[in-house]
Every structure is written in structure tokens, then in C-alpha cells.
DNA sequence: TCGATCCTGTAG
DNA sequence: CTACAGGATCGA
């Protein structure tokens, strides 16, 4: 499911259907999914709560209760987060879950119970975050920064848009559209990119994920049969051998940092 | 800075 | 059966 854009449906999903509503209980089903505290510390402390505030930051949801304590839940690979009508009729893969006054449920689901959830102070909450860089679309983001970041590391394009400290919200799909369209080779390191090219991936980034947003809130917002990856079209994740929208070379995959890349070697150079 | 690792499901 | 999956952390 997710990088930024996809969060970014949950959290306005969640606004519209879970804020200001009380939880009358949570429940944690799979232990592993919550640290550091014993699972039962935390369900004490969030049970009669209200949900204040849906916050997102980068990748990360902050679920503002208004005891001030913020429950910060990361969906890595499989995770999801969503409202249901009936909590009782919650799917066998919710790890997590809140019953929400009225008898609703807030549901935590991740099929490979790689995601975490862990209960913070509010003073604690900016500390467990310090490596959640600059929000693509805040006014921070310029080209100058990115520029300035890019100046100080070696690292291949690929792994340096990966890490969320520069800028934060992509993930593997993202990272290989955005380099697509900005034509930079996944290995090239980035400070041996020219200027004028990178103002043109800091562009390429807010692009991508522009675009992405509305894909994944349109496409959260139709149930029916959704299929992943129709929404937003991709022109290379995922799409080794097939030909390259813009000059019709075969897409190659290769591997960084012990994941697939995608990408066109004619295009992007 | 890199590989191993956390987990389960699904595709080949 | 093996490979691989839209992520991040930890220890070497």
C-alpha cells in the first residue's frame, strides 16, 4: 500500500470518518506490532479516549488523542488503516484494532505484520520523528535545498530519494517515476548530477507524488473493484521487459540496496 | 554504509 | 518449491 500518497488517502479518509470520535476500546492482537510497551499498558491508556486530530507526516500517522498522547502507526509494506461500520466484522488480518462509539471499528490490517504502532508522549513525538525530512510540497522544499543536500552525498539517485531524510514520502514506486521522468540514471550518484538536472528531479518529485495523491484518494474513495497500480499508471516500476513509454527500449530491472529498480538505460542516463 | 532481518501472501 | 513484495531498523 503505501508511500506518501497512499497515507495521505488514509489520513483524509480518517479524518472525515474517525475524528472527534471516542474509542471505547483497543485491542491489539499481534503483540509485535507495538512497542516498546506491554500491549495492555496501552490499550488501558487509549481506552475512553477521543480521537482529536489525523496528523501525517512523511510516511507516519499521528492518531492525536485528547489526552495529548499521540498513537504513531507506520504501515510499512502491507499495513492499512480504515474505518468499518460493524467492528465485529473485522477481517482475521487486523492486528490492531479500536472500537469506535456506535459500534464502529478503526482497523488496523497488515498481512505481514511489518507495520508498528506505538503510543507517544507529546513531547516524544518530534524525537521519534527527527529523521522524517522536508515535506515535498512545504514551502521548505526549494530546489536551493535540495540542490545543497544533493552537493553532500555520493549516493546513487535511487537510495538518496529512498532516504526520508532528504525528503520524505517516497518509496520504491515513487522513486522510480520521479527518476524516470527527470531522466537520471538510479546509479548516478547524486552529487555528480549538474544543477539544472537536479531542479528538474526536485520538480519531477512534486509531479509524481501530485499526481499519485489524487489517484490514491480517488481510488480510496471507489470501492468497487480496485485493482493496485491501476490508479496511477506507472511508466516503469514494475514493468521490466516491457517497452519504455517515451522511446520504446525494454525497461531493465536491477537491484540497490536489496530492492528491484526500474528503470529505462536509454532514457535515463 | 551495507546486508540481514522482521512477517505472510502470492506469483512463477 | 523459490523468489519476491509499495519499508525501516539493527548490528557488523
Not at 100 to 106: D, F, K, M, T
Not at 136 to 163: C, G, H, N, V
Not at 241 to 253: F, L, M, S, T, Y
Request: net charge positive; charged share 25%.
Amino acid at each position: 500500500m503505501p508511500e506518501l500518497p497512499e497515507v495521505e488517502a488514509v489520513c483524509r479518509k480518517l479524518r472525515a470518518e474517525a475524528a472527534g470520535s471516542r474509542i471505547v476500546q483497543m485491542r491489539i492482537e499481534r503483540p509485535g506490532i507495538v512497542k516498546p510497551f506491554q500491549p495492555a499498558v496501552i490499550e488501558r491508556a487509549v481506552a475512553g479516549r477521543t480521537l482529536q486530530a489525523v496528523e501525517r507526516r512523511g510516511k507516519n500517522i499521528l492518531l492525536w488523542l485528547d489526552s495529548g498522547e499521540a498513537l504513531h502507526v507506520h504501515l510499512r509494506m502491507t499495513g492499512n488503516l480504515y474505518v468499518i461500520p460493524d467492528v465485529r466484522f473485522r477481517p482475521t488480518a487486523a492486528r490492531v484494532w479500536w472500537e469506535l462509539e456506535g459500534g464502529r471499528g478503526l482497523i488496523f490490517e497488515d498481512s505481514r505484520a511489518l507495520g508498528r504502532i506505538r503510543l507517544l508522549q507529546a513531547n516524544e513525538v518530534d524525537v521519534v520523528l527527527k529523521d522524517v525530512g522536508m515535506e515535498p510540497f512545504s514551502a521548505d522544499f526549494t530546489p536551493a535545498y535540495w540542490i545543497e543536500q544533493a552537493a553532500r552525498s555520493r549516493k546513487p539517485a535511487k537510495l538518496f530519494l529512498m532516504d526520508q531524510r532528504y525528503v520524505a514520502g517516497l518509496g520504491n514506486i515513487y522513486v522510480a517515476e520521479a527518476l524516470f521522468r527527470a531522466r537520471v540514471h538510479p546509479r548516478r550518484p547524486v552529487n555528480a548530477l549538474r544543477r539544472a538536472r537536479l531542479a528538474a528531479l526536485h520538480e519531477a518529485i512534486r509531479e509524481v507524488l501530485l499526481e499519485a495523491v489524487d489517484s490514491a484518494v480517488a481510488a480510496y474513495n471507489q470501492p468497487g473493484r480496485f485493482v493496485e497500480g491501476e490508479a496511477f499508471s506507472c511508466a516503469v516500476y514494475g514493468r521490466e521487459g516491457k517497452p519504455c513509454v517515451r522511446c520504446n527500449c525494454k525497461i531493465k530491472r536491477i537491484v540497490q540496496g536489496g530492492r528491484s529498480t526500474f528503470f529505462c538505460s536509454r532514457c535515463q542516463r
